[in-house]
Every structure is written in structure tokens, then in C-alpha cells.
């Protein structure tokens, strides 16, 4: 069930509240056993959902989640103030540093980084024209909430906290949660969740994480928030703690940096979490984290140049492979003839392969579908390499391929001079010579190249 906090205190909250109650079909109860100023009083109930309101700003609604009928995740219809003109946003809360803004010191109200990215989907599909949508780094209470919680929020000013189609917007956005989870699904003991680190208040690259990958994002601390962390923490312990108490709130296991920090890094990684670029959370979206894990086990790191072919995407998964090591020659012939007919073919056919030069080039292992066999990957290139050379066969342990090609000597024989019919001949055109028509097979010698398999 989806719990919503309206706040009397907060103009643009209780402007979104009047949209939610014309949005639904609501049943109006009267909760007697707490007072209307702590959510008692009326109370708006609809299919999966649950509004009540409060006389208090959000972020001093510490345990709010006991006032509702046993939700799983809640939402706190919020303003956003900020010189930040149109915006309708969505952010976590908690505190890396000192609470100065309600909550606890070093402490996180529990993220749900899967609604989050549903919330910002459903944002972008009903902003209001001229307002962009966006997410915020974690700052702020409540730090205690009781369940996964996060502020939906209309901005930056009165303008936009009284403007009608923005709090439409915000309120369509809530509803469109009534069922959504609060954390994406565990796979391999993990979930596809991200603590964000760096960066301004504002957090374009986490916020195209959500948007363009099927990772979700919890908890973000700014480079703001680490200098507040570096200056309320007495020491390095109680720094760890509280960068253990964000993932354990993000219920992550994951690190994306904005930027170069190899110290906080290094920590991050003895605190048993993996730090991973973003180029990891891109390549690796639409992929199982099991199948993720192996391959990496079996060919190397997504860092180190694995990327994942189609048949790892596919609806219908493959999950069993034979790894396949392509001759280096081979294959550098056959990128050097086509490589977008190599990559094409690699891409449609591998589950994983390994690369180089950022992604670029193609170097192998192959992690090929069990059923497919080295036969295979050897009859592909060869079909490459036939584009080049006039024959391309298999001879035992050897792909065997020939070219007639122009040879200079044979040329300079029969008594053509080097220069513009050297061109000519090698380009498959006849030359006179004295009279004497030299047709091009007569200077060309067999080339052959063998690849041993």
C-alpha cells in the first residue's frame, strides 16, 4: 500500500493533495485515535492507496509511517525551493553530516530506489510544458520513517507551488506508484541498486542512470555532503559508518562515482562494496547480474573491455556457454577487411566477448552459446576474409586463404616500366607495352595466407 504525506504547513503540498482527491475515487474515513494535526481526522482512502495530513512540515515527520495502515512505501507530496525556475523532482532523505534540516546526524531514511525511477518516468510523461524534471542529491529529514519513503516535489517558487498543472502533474506521478516496489527485484544476492557519490546538489548523471538503464539509484551524496560528512565525523570509523548506513539504507551493494576519487573508493571497496563506472551500469543493463558475475569470472571485467552480446539480453536468456579464444591473426584480419560485419556478428552471436580501446575494437575470448562451436565463429570470419581473397577453404588445421594479386617483378619482366602502368595492372586493367597489350593475370602471382586454428 502507498502512503501520502500532505503537509498543511507546505502550500504546494496541500495544492497537490486537492489534486490527488480529484484524480480518484476516494473513501473518506474519520480516525479518531490520534489528532488531525498528526494525521488523524479525515482520512482519503483509494484502491492501494492512503492520504492523510499533517499540520507539521515533512521534515520534521519523523515515524510518519505509523500514523498509515501498514504501507510499503510513502511518499511525502513536497515544494521545492531553489533558483531552479519549472521543476518537478524526486529525492531520498537523510543526512551525511550534521541534521541541520531536520532528522538525525549521519543518519538515512530507508530509500526505494525502483519507485524513484518510476516516479521520474511518470514525471516526464505529465510535466507541464516549460518544467523539467530532475533528481536531488540526499539531503534533509526525516531520517526515521518507518518504510521506504522518498519527497515528490513541485518548484522552485510560489509561482509554480500555486501553479494547478504542476501539482496535477505531481499528483498523477503518486498515483502512478499505487503498485510499484520499492527496490528492484534481488538477483544474485544483490539488486540492481546504486549509492551515488559527487557531483552538485542537482545530479544529471545519476538522473540519466534512471533514466536510460534499468538501474535505480538510492541514496546521493554530493561533494557537498562529503564535506559535511568529512567535518562532522570525529574519525574514520564513524565516517565508515555512515557511508555503511547509506547503502544498507539504498539496499545496495554498488558505487557510482561522478568523479575521480580514489580515496573514497579505495574505502568503499574494503567496506566490501564494488565501485563501478558508468560505463559498467550501461553495458551491463538488460544483462542477469549472475550471468554478469561469470562472465566476468570467465572472460574479464566490464572495465577491462567485456561487453555482452545479444543472445545475454534476449528474452529468453542463455545461460550456459563454451568459451571460445579466436586467433589473434584471424581475427585481425577480418577486423582489418570489415570490422562492422565482425562486430555485427560478434554482437548477434556471443553472449560476452572481450575488447579493447574503450569498447572499440574486438579482441576475444568469445563466450559463445553452448550450442553453438568454434566451427561456427571460424565459418563467420571466413566469410569476412572472402570479401578480400578470392578463395578462403579449410585445409585441416589451417583456414587457407588466396588472392591472385599484382606482382611488380612479373611486371618489370615483361618489360613494363614502373610508374602509371604499374596503377594500371594492379588495379586489373591491360597496358601496351612496344605494341605488345600485357593483359593483367600475366603480372599476378597466387598470395596465399594460412591462420592456423
Not at 572472460?299 to 542463455?318: N, S
Given at each position: 500500500?502507498?502512503?501520502?504525506v500532505?503537509?498543511?504547513?507546505?502550500?504546494?503540498?496541500?495544492?497537490?493533495?486537492?489534486?490527488?482527491?480529484?484524480?480518484?475515487?476516494?473513501?473518506?474515513?474519520?480516525?479518531?485515535?490520534r489528532?488531525?494535526?498528526?494525521?488523524?481526522g479525515?482520512?482519503?482512502?483509494?484502491?492501494?492507496?492512503?492520504?492523510?495530513?499533517?499540520?507539521?512540515?515533512?521534515?520534521?515527520?519523523d515515524?510518519?509511517a505509523?500514523?498509515?495502515?501498514?504501507p510499503?512505501?510513502l511518499?511525502?507530496?513536497?515544494?521545492?525551493?531553489?533558483?531552479?525556475?519549472?521543476?518537478?523532482?524526486?529525492?531520498h532523505?537523510?543526512?551525511?553530516?550534521?541534521?541541520?534540516?531536520?532528522?538525525?546526524?549521519?543518519?538515512?531514511?530507508?530509500?526505494?530506489?525502483?519507485?524513484?525511477?518510476?516516479?521520474?518516468?511518470?514525471?516526464?510523461?505529465?510535466?507541464?510544458?516549460?518544467?523539467?524534471?530532475?533528481?536531488?542529491?540526499?539531503?534533509?529529514?526525516?531520517?526515521?520513517?518507518?518504510?521506504?519513503?522518498?519527497?515528490?516535489?513541485?518548484?522552485?517558487?510560489?509561482?509554480?507551488?500555486?501553479?494547478?498543472?504542476?501539482?496535477?502533474?505531481?499528483?498523477?506521478?503518486?498515483l502512478?506508484l499505487?503498485?510499484?516496489?520499492?527496490?528492484?527485484?534481488?538477483?544474485?544476492?544483490?539488486?540492481?541498486h546504486?549509492?551515488?557519490f559527487?557531483?552538485?546538489?542537482?545530479?544529471?548523471?545519476?538522473?540519466?542512470?534512471?533514466?536510460?538503464?534499468d538501474?535505480?539509484?538510492?541514496?546521493?551524496?554530493?561533494?557537498?555532503?562529503?564535506?559535511?560528512?568529512?567535518?562532522?565525523?570525529?574519525?574514520?570509523?564513524?565516517?565508515?559508518?555512515?557511508?555503511d548506513?547509506?547503502?544498507?539504507?539504498?539496499?545496495?551493494?554498488?558505487?557510482?562515482?561522478?568523479?575521480?576519487?580514489?580515496d573514497?573508493?579505495?574505502?568503499?571497496?574494503r567496506?566490501?562494496?564494488r565501485v563501478?563506472?558508468?560505463?559498467?551500469?550501461?553495458?551491463?543493463?538488460?544483462?542477469?547480474?549472475?550471468?554478469?558475475?561469470?562472465?566476468?569470472a570467465?572472460?574479464?571485467?566490464?572495465?577491462?573491455?567485456?561487453?555482452?552480446?545479444?543472445?545475454?539480453?534476449?528474452?529468453?536468456?542463455?545461460?550456459?556457454?563454451?568459451?571460445?579464444?579466436?586467433?589473434?591473426?584471424?581475427?585481425s584480419?577480418?577486423?582489418?577487411i570489415?570490422?562492422?560485419?565482425?562486430?555485427?556478428?560478434?554482437?548477434?552471436?556471443?553472449?560476452?566477448?572481450?575488447t579493447?580501446?574503450?569498447?572499440?575494437?574486438?579482441?576475444?575470448?568469445?563466450?559463445l552459446?553452448?550450442?553453438?562451436?568454434?566451427?561456427?565463429?571460424?565459418?563467420?570470419?571466413?566469410e569476412?576474409?572472402?570479401?578480400?581473397?578470392d578463395?578462403?577453404?579449410?585445409?585441416?588445421?589451417?583456414?587457407?586463404?588466396?588472392?591472385?594479386?599484382?606482382?611488380?617483378?612479373?611486371?618489370?619482366?615483361?618489360g613494363?616500366?614502373?610508374?602509371?602502368?604499374?596503377g594500371?595492372?594492379?588495379?586489373?586493367?591491360?597496358?601496351?607495352?612496344?605494341?605488345?597489350?600485357?593483359?593483367?593475370?600475366?603480372?599476378?602471382?597466387?598470395?596465399?595466407?594460412?591462420?592456423?586454428?
Amino acid at each position: 500500500m502507498l502512503a501520502v504525506v500532505v503537509s498543511r504547513a507546505d502550500e504546494a503540498s496541500v495544492h497537490v493533495g486537492e489534486q490527488l482527491r480529484e484524480l480518484a475515487d476516494w473513501t473518506e474515513t474519520t480516525d479518531d485515535s490520534r489528532p488531525d494535526a498528526d494525521g488523524g481526522g479525515t482520512v482519503y482512502r483509494t484502491d492501494e492507496v492512503e492520504l492523510r495530513e499533517f499540520d507539521d512540515w515533512h521534515l520534521e515527520l519523523d515515524g510518519v509511517a505509523g500514523a498509515f495502515d501498514d504501507p510499503d512505501l510513502l511518499v511525502f507530496a513536497s515544494r521545492h525551493a531553489g533558483e531552479t525556475d519549472e521543476l518537478l523532482t524526486a529525492h531520498h532523505t537523510g543526512n551525511f553530516g550534521e541534521a541541520e534540516f531536520g532528522g538525525d546526524a549521519g543518519q538515512f531514511a530507508r530509500a526505494c530506489p525502483n519507485a524513484q525511477r518510476e516516479v521520474v518516468s511518470a514525471l516526464t510523461e505529465y510535466a507541464p510544458d516549460g518544467y523539467e524534471v530532475g533528481v536531488e542529491c540526499t539531503h534533509h529529514g526525516p531520517t526515521s520513517v518507518g518504510v521506504p519513503s522518498m519527497f515528490v516535489e513541485v518548484g522552485s517558487a510560489e509561482a509554480q507551488w500555486r501553479d494547478p498543472d504542476a501539482a496535477r502533474a505531481v499528483a498523477r506521478a503518486i498515483l502512478s506508484l499505487r503498485t510499484a516496489a520499492a527496490d528492484a527485484p534481488r538477483e544474485n544476492g544483490s539488486r540492481r541498486h546504486l549509492v551515488g557519490f559527487g557531483g552538485g546538489h542537482y545530479a544529471p548523471r545519476f538522473e540519466r542512470v534512471i533514466r536510460e538503464t534499468d538501474w535505480a539509484v538510492g541514496h546521493i551524496g554530493a561533494d557537498w555532503s562529503l564535506d559535511a560528512l568529512d567535518e562532522w565525523a570525529d574519525d574514520d570509523a564513524e565516517r565508515e559508518a555512515v557511508l555503511d548506513g547509506a547503502f544498507d539504507a539504498s539496499a545496495a551493494d554498488y558505487a557510482l562515482l561522478e568523479d575521480d576519487r580514489p580515496d573514497l573508493a579505495a574505502t568503499l571497496e574494503r567496506l566490501g562494496y564494488r565501485v563501478v563506472e558508468e560505463t559498467f551500469v550501461r553495458e551491463t543493463t538488460g544483462v542477469p547480474l549472475e550471468l554478469v558475475e561469470a562472465l566476468e569470472a570467465a572472460v574479464t571485467q566490464v572495465g577491462d573491455g567485456l561487453r555482452f552480446g545479444d543472445p545475454a539480453t534476449a528474452a529468453e536468456r542463455r545461460t550456459d556457454w563454451t568459451l571460445v579464444e579466436p586467433p589473434a591473426d584471424l581475427l585481425s584480419e577480418a577486423a582489418g577487411i570489415d570490422a562492422e560485419a565482425l562486430r555485427e556478428w560478434v554482437d548477434s552471436n556471443a553472449l560476452a566477448f572481450g575488447t579493447e580501446q574503450s569498447g572499440t575494437v574486438v579482441t576475444g575470448p568469445f563466450a559463445l552459446p553452448a550450442d553453438a562451436t568454434f566451427d561456427s565463429l571460424v565459418s563467420a570470419l571466413a566469410e569476412i576474409l572472402r570479401r578480400r581473397y578470392d578463395s578462403v577453404e579449410r585445409e585441416g588445421g589451417e583456414l587457407v586463404a588466396r588472392e591472385e594479386t599484382f606482382d611488380p617483378d612479373l611486371a618489370r619482366t615483361t618489360g613494363v616500366p614502373e610508374g602509371p602502368k604499374f596503377g594500371k595492372l594492379s588495379a586489373g586493367h591491360p597496358v601496351e607495352v612496344d605494341g605488345d597489350k600485357i593483359e593483367p593475370d600475366r603480372v599476378q602471382r597466387e598470395r596465399i595466407r594460412r591462420f592456423t586454428l
